[in-house]
């Protein structure tokens, strides 16, 4: 995937194959440079394990951009061409081939460790070529830690920085600390900005918690309105019988940028009335988590 940024010529159609965080940022990166853009996903939808609303709305933003996304395509065969490329997919029982210049494959990475002797350690792998750990970054080996992308979980800059702390204080000082993802922020740095902390809807219903939902459009915003930006939207969750906020899912412009009062509010507890008496500034974007306080009706609603 990273050799992609190695090029000399922007490719004139590149077809990239999976419809997740790496594949939606490449496109859009791509088709704004002027590239034609062909995603191919074998799920009915893009970002597959989030809220169909979340995957509808970032698939009309990009649609919108001249980017082309194929869904339920189940890829039958790739093959080289002299113009570059020919993927032939399956989509709703029929067969069709997509030309291009250039082939991105976002489909999924392997941890890098096929040369370095971890099995004659008696390190045990797992997956893909990633070292199993248990939750103090152990390996199988008592004495040996590992942290990062190596161990096939989060894979974010600041979740291997943490994990690499972890491991650091507990393998020099004895410690035996668990690393803790129950409050763990992300987001897909696509434009709007694909965001969530906690529980989405589908795993709410999945574990049989009992939610209420409140969405926001940003058009009722007003940093957004003067921003004239006003593409997408906030959805918070709440269990209504201790008011305590769930989780969250934003599609917006630097909506990420709202993910710590969020996280925070999940992590300690903080309530949904609490949070709407907070003070939030006019004109910030952290005025919406204010706005979106129908909760407090005692029903589900949605502006």
């Known amino acids: ?61 990009l649609k919108a951009e001249g980017v082309t996304i194929l869904t339920g395509s189940d890829i039958l065969n790739v093959e ?9 997919v399956e989509e709703g029982g029929e067969q069709k081939q997509i030309q291009g210049s250039h082939l991105m494959l976002a489909t999924g990475r392997r941890g890098n460790t096929d040369d370095l002797g971890l099995e004659a350690l008696g390190i045990q792998l797992h997956g893909s070529g990633y070292v199993q750990v248990d939750e103090t970054q152990r390996t199988s080996v008592s004495h040996i830690f590992a942290a990062g992308d190596v161990i096939g979980e989060q894979q974010f800059v600041y979740t291997a920085a943490y994990e690499g702390s972890l491991a650091a204080e507990n393998a020099f000082r004895s410690m035996h600390k668990s690393r803790d ?31 209420e ?21 906030i959805k918070l969750l709440r269990n209504p019988v201790t008011d305590e906020l769930l989780g969250a899912r934003i599609v917006a412009p630097e909506g990420a940028e709202l993910l710590m009062e969020l996280s925070l509010a999940i992590k300690h507890q903080i309530t949904v009335t609490e949070l709407k008496e907070a003070f939030h500034p006019y ?15 005692g029903r589900m609603s949605e502006s």
């Not at 080289?80 to 032939?88: F, I, L």
């Not at 434009?191 to 009992?210: C, H, N, R, S």
């Not at 939902?213 to 939207?233: C, N, Q, W, Y």
């Not at 004109?283 to 009706?297: H, N, W």
């Open 1 to 61: 995937m990273t050799s992609i940024y190695n090029l000399d010529e922007l490719p004139s159609h590149l077809i990239i194959l999976g419809g997740r965080y790496i594949a939606l940022e490449n496109a859009q990166i791509f088709s704004r440079l002027g590239s034609s853009v062909t995603i191919i996903q074998r799920s009915d939808s893009i970002i597959p394990d989030q809220d169909e609303d979340v995957s509808e709305e970032i698939t009309g933003f």
């Open 213 to 233: 939902v409140s969405k926001l459009e940003m058009k009722h915003v007003p940093r957004a309105i003067a921003a004239r930006d006003t593409r997408g939207f």
């Open 181 to 211: 993802y129950s409050v763990l922020p992300w987001v897909i740095f696509t434009d709007p900005q694909v965001a969530g902390v906690g529980l989405d809807e589908k795993q709410a219903a999945e574990t049989g918690i009992d939610i």
């Open 283 to 297: 004109l910030t974007l952290s005025e919406a988590i204010k706005l979106l306080q129908p909760f407090l009706s």
């Open 80 to 88: 080289e061409a002299e113009t570059g490329v020919v993927v032939t």
